[in-house]
Nanobody, 124 residues
Framework: QLQLVESGGGLVKPGGSLRLSCAAS????????MAWFRQAPGKEREFVAA????????YYTDSVKGRFTISRDNTKNTGYLQMDSLKPEDTAVYYC?????????????????WGQGTQVTVSS
């Protein structure tokens, strides 16, 4: 089993930045592709970004391109989501997810391992 724990969420003003972390344990993190999803109140969980096991390939949903950066440090068993130029519509619970896959899927059902989520609130 792979355990994932997110951290780094909080309250930030529009235009501000946050960096989310996803700490992995239990299995060899470097074998897993990783993704970030988010879920706002009353809405379905949506894909944000994904990165392959070697950090060679990344993929972003259109609404965060140029503002968010996904990365990972396999030596630290940790993935990251750097969020800049935050907007109120970015407010959501952010989840990291992982699976032993070679394709960067955008569907939540393709990922077997999930963290508990961290709240990000963008408000003035």
């Amino acid at each position: 089993q792979l355990q994932l724990v997110e951290s780094g969420g909080g309250l930030v003003k529009p235009g501000g930045s946050l960096r989310l972390s996803c700490a992995a344990s239990g299995r060899t993190f470097s074998q897993f592709a990783m993704a970030w999803f988010r879920q706002a109140p009353g809405k379905e969980r949506e894909f944000v970004a994904a990165i392959d096991w070697s950090a060679t390939n990344t993929y972003y949903t259109d609404s965060v391109k140029g503002r968010f950066t996904i990365s990972r440090d396999n030596t630290k068993n940790t993935g990251y989501l750097q969020m800049d130029s935050l907007k109120p519509e970015d407010t959501a619970v952010y989840y990291c997810a992982a699976d032993y896959i070679s394709i960067l899927y955008t569907e939540a059902a393709e990922y077997d391992y999930w963290g508990q989520g961290t709240q990000v609130t963008v408000s003035s």
